[in-house]
């Protein structure tokens, strides 16, 4: 028979160990990050031969769970009464042992039958395995108490048995053991639930583990399950010791460089990188990516420049290939880089998806897309990302805020807002939620829904003093920007807005991300009433579209640009609006299109034209609406309205303020704003949110 608990005393047959308890504060450190392990852990480190007396493990929970009518009083009576060898069944019980009389022979060094009356009396004891603990190491004394434990140890070991909550658990107890620390790291390291690797590293430690050895690991796990304060804190340990590992080295820069780019401030990731220099060159492409998105064009070809270092493995591949995209979209154009990204997300699959890297390769293919108007391969790049991304992980909820977004431009406003519903915005990182908050401005502006756009403003403050600005954060921007021209406080995002020119005008203004910027900054100066910001941007697409050379998307938002500048100055042309209107919607901007020929009709000066424009405004929102599903409830009929609340219902739904039908019906916007309150009130709408779906449904802003 092997040593029992009585032989061994302090130590066990197969490595050294020590009674020592941890302290107090490392074992809550352990604990905290352990608790969750143990109760979702499902992994074996290798598999029991089955037991011929009961399931050794399967009884943990059930068979020794303290009811509910038992009193704490109850409880230390059951624990004062029990003999020594009971009193090892419970210790062995609070490591999550089973009821299984053949190991509790060896373990306690009892002959059979005893075993299977110990057994027994446990089943009736029905004692607390967590609570108990203090009371079972006060009666048994601390070391004998540990002494059990490594006498359990020692048979699960020997059976190759020990399962990885029962090994967290013994650490959490207090066992310090060279093998159970070994057999820890090596769960961690295999384990594919970084929450049950991130609490098997930190019993590794507490049973003795060197903390160096696993620090970089356990600093990469800890940014994948979320705990960012941590990973920064063994970030910050292991760039400021001398003596750290290179490898060690370019991991904590890979997951600082992550977390800050989750927090919304990319050049602090590119800081890293370029701090970490020569020694990136395993990850120098990565970096590359970084210090592109990041304004510094120099530092990345300097990167790109650096020696292969390592294997040509999978993950190098789609890294260098993403760098090169990267590249393309800078000193080119979008239609090679789309490709070269394309390829890059092909690379990936499996653990490669799932690495922790500063940027997602599916989220880049799918804002690149989306900033050269093709919103069917952003849907394809976003659908692909689903097949490796779980919810929780890092990358889910932008994942889906970008499918959100795309849906948002396609004119699907209930899918986007669902999407803001699902991910939950409070929960989210400062560089997720910057793009949840914008696409809910987003989309209150859309609906003409005032109260809400405010309400969204006011809540996105603080995350535009906290965020910088980079090739990756140019869509949120944009909305930002057009919101809080809406509200009037402008001021508030112009140091954004600032940022976002100067990391341009070191790019060279490439047309594949400075596009949108530009038609963003048409659409500002649009609504700020200010055609100088329009000639501004307006000539920047046109630039654009003659270095583009034939790329539609540039072509597209120039043409629009310059019909903008021609409404604007009361030169309309019913034909060009049209076109440059219809063009914008099959690029994916319906609304933007919608909102040309509203503003074009609104500056007729002849009814026909008026009408003629108006109709296809009409036929562009209809575009859009024909994607979200109707009411369910039945609409109230259009006779509901007079002639006038008709005229103001149609303008209304179309986008238009309260001053802007004003002058196209001749009437003062208060009127009109007194119209829109009986309309609402008529209808039963409950908000402007509801009056506008009711309107909808009525066939306002869709008739042909």
């Not at 027994?120 to 108990?132: F, G, K, M, T």
């Not at 292969?308 to 999978?314: A, H």
């Not at 200010?530 to 072509?555: F, I, T």
């Amino acid at each position: 028979m092997a040593a029992s608990y009585r032989d061994l005393g302090l130590s066990t047959t197969s490595a050294t160990a020590s009674a020592e308890r941890p302290t107090a504060s490392a074992t809550e450190s352990a604990g905290q990050s352990a608790a969750s392990a143990t109760a979702s852990a499902r992994q074996r480190v290798a598999p029991r031969a089955p037991s011929t007396t009961c399931c050794p493990d399967r009884t943990d929970r059930t068979l020794l769970t303290r009811s509910a009518s038992t009193t704490d009083e109850t409880l230390r009576d059951t624990i004062e009464q029990a003999g020594d060898d009971l009193l090892g069944v419970f210790a062995m019980v609070t490591a999550g042992s089973g009821l299984d009389a053949e190991e509790i022979a060896e373990v306690l060094d009892v002959p059979a039958t005893g075993a299977v009356e110990l057994v027994e009396q446990a089943r009736q004891a029905r004692v607390d395995a967590v609570r108990s603990v203090p009371l079972i190491r006060d009666r048994l004394g601390e070391r004998r108490f540990l002494a059990v434990l490594h006498a359990f140890l020692t048979a699960r070991l020997r059976t190759d048995s020990l399962r990885p909550a029962q090994a967290i658990r013994l650490a959490e107890l207090g066992v310090r053991d060279d093998a159970l620390a070994t057999a820890l790291v090596r769960l961690a390291d295999s384990a594919l639930d970084p929450a049950i690797a991130a609490s098997a590293y930190a019993a590794a430690i507490l049973a003795g583990a060197d903390p160096a050895t696993v620090a970089a690991r356990r600093c990469e796990t800890a940014a994948r399950t979320g705990d960012d304060d941590t990973a920064m804190a063994i970030v910050e340990q292991l760039l400021a010791a001398a003596d750290t590992d290179p490898e060690d080295r370019r991991t904590a820069v890979r997951v600082g460089a992550t977390i800050w780019a989750s927090r919304g401030v990319l050049r602090r990731s590119a800081d890293l990188y370029r701090w970490l220099g020569s020694d990136s060159s395993a990850d120098a492409a990565l970096a590359a990516t970084v210090l592109y998105g990041a304004g510094d064009p120099r530092g990345a070809e300097t990167m790109l420049k650096a020696p292969t270092v390592g294997p040509p493995t999978d993950a190098m591949a789609a890294d260098r290939c993403l760098a090169e995209a990267m590249r393309h979209t800078i000193t080119t154009n979008a239609r090679p880089a789309l490709s070269s990204v394309f390829r890059a997300l092909a690379m990936q699959s499996g653990a490669v998806a799932r690495r922790l890297t500063p940027h997602s390769t599916a989220a880049i293919a799918a804002l690149l897309s989306v900033h050269n108007g093709d919103l069917s391969r952003a849907q394809a790049a976003l659908q692909r990302a689903t097949e490796t991304d779980a919810p929780g992980s890092r990358t889910w909820a932008f994942h889906r805020l970008l499918a959100g977004w795309v849906a948002m431009l396609a004119g699907d406003d209930e899918s986007a807002a669902a999407v803001l519903r699902e991910v939950g915005v409070d929960a989210l990182s400062r560089h997720d939620e910057l793009f949840a908050r914008a696409m809910a401005i987003g989309l209150a502006r859309r609906s003409g829904d005032y109260g809400a756009l405010t309400q969204h403003w006011q809540a996105a403050h603080l995350l535009i003093d906290e965020v910088s600005i980079d090739l990756f954060t140019l869509l949120p921007l944009g909305e930002l920007w057009l919101g809080g021209i809406r509200v009037g406080e402008s001021e508030r995002v112009e140091h954004l807005i600032t940022e976002a020119e100067n990391l341009l005008a070191a790019l060279g203004d490439p047309p594949a991300w400075a596009n949108t910027f530009h038609w963003y900054g048409v659409q500002a100066a649009i609504v700020a009433e200010a055609p100088q910001l329009l000639v501004k941007h307006a000539g920047s697409l046109r630039r654009a579209a003659e270095q583009s050379d034939g790329n539609e998307y540039a072509a597209a938002l120039a043409n629009a640009g310059r019909t903008w500048l021609q409404v604007l100055s009361d030169q309309i042309d019913p034909e060009r609006v049209e076109r440059s209107a219809r063009l914008l919607a099959r690029l994916g901007l319906a609304w933007d299109g919608a909102r040309l020929a509203g503003e074009a009709a609104l500056r007729a000066t002849d009814t026909a034209t008026a009408t003629g424009l108006l109709q296809v405004a009409r036929s562009l929102r209809q575009s859009q609406l024909r994607r979200t599903p109707e009411p369910a409830k039945t609409p109230p009929s259009s006779d509901a309205l007079s002639a006038r609340e008709a005229e103001v219902a149609e303008l209304v739904v179309l986008g238009f303020t309260y001053r802007e039908i004003g002058e196209r019906l001749y009437i003062s916007a208060k009127t009109v704003e007194h119209h829109v309150a009986r309309i609402r009130r008529r209808l039963g709408a409950g908000s402007r949110s509801e009056l506008l779906s009711m309107l909808r449904a009525m066939g306002y802003g869709s008739s042909p």
